[in-house]
């Protein structure tokens, strides 16, 4: 089988609570850290795609030089009909390489809170088992536009665009829900006091929400990969 591979772009956001759910259906992870150089893996070496958060936007290709390419792979990627879940930056990259615009937000979204799952959503094979207020961590301050043709899953008053899914099996979540007790470790010293204080009732609260919505996620994908093999 080939691996899961996971584009990492800081220390301090890893799969988390994505890579439990990975576990427990014996989904391979390979974690490639672009931040310290590591390659873009060729398409031909993956049976899914991660693409997690970080403070980088993607519009600073001057910047870093990896995100022309990531966007490269996601493209193909998607147009293989395989299966992508970008996280924050990762939605952002995910819009970016459908042809969105991505760009700097009204203001900056740092905290708990939720999001309100769209009439779409209702009948989306993830989304339709969530509720229609998702609780959700934000930490964000870009926006992008939706990519033509997808679907947009979930909204708030500050971002209207939260999440979507194009084709049957590429989600973007502008929102975070990935937030397992280890990965709070590594955020809480980067994060304002305001959102840090008393916050494990509603980090558990996050991350109940999330297993739901990856394990949701890794089954569609794994029913979609079933149906390849079957028909080959």
Known sequence: MRPWIVLQHVSWEGPGAIAGEARARRIPLEIHRMDLDARIPEPDDLSGLIVMGGPMGVYETDRYSFIEGECGLI???????????????????????LGGRVYRGPAAEIGFGNVELTEDARQDPVFKALPATLPAFHWDGDTFDLPEGAVLLAKNATYA???????????????????????????????????????EPQRAEVECAGNGLFARFFEIAQEVDYIKADSR
Do not use: I, K, M
């Open 75 to 97: 493209a193909e990627v998607v147009r293989r009909g395989l299966p992508v879940l970008g996280v924050c930056l990762g939605a952002q990259l995910l819009a970016s390489a």
């Open 161 to 199: 665009h939260q999440a979507f899914r194009f084709g049957r099996n590429a989600y973007g979540l502008q929102f975070h829900n990935e937030v397992d007790r280890e990965t709070w470790l590594g955020w809480t010293p980067l994060l304002p006091g305001s959102a840090v204080a008393g916050a």
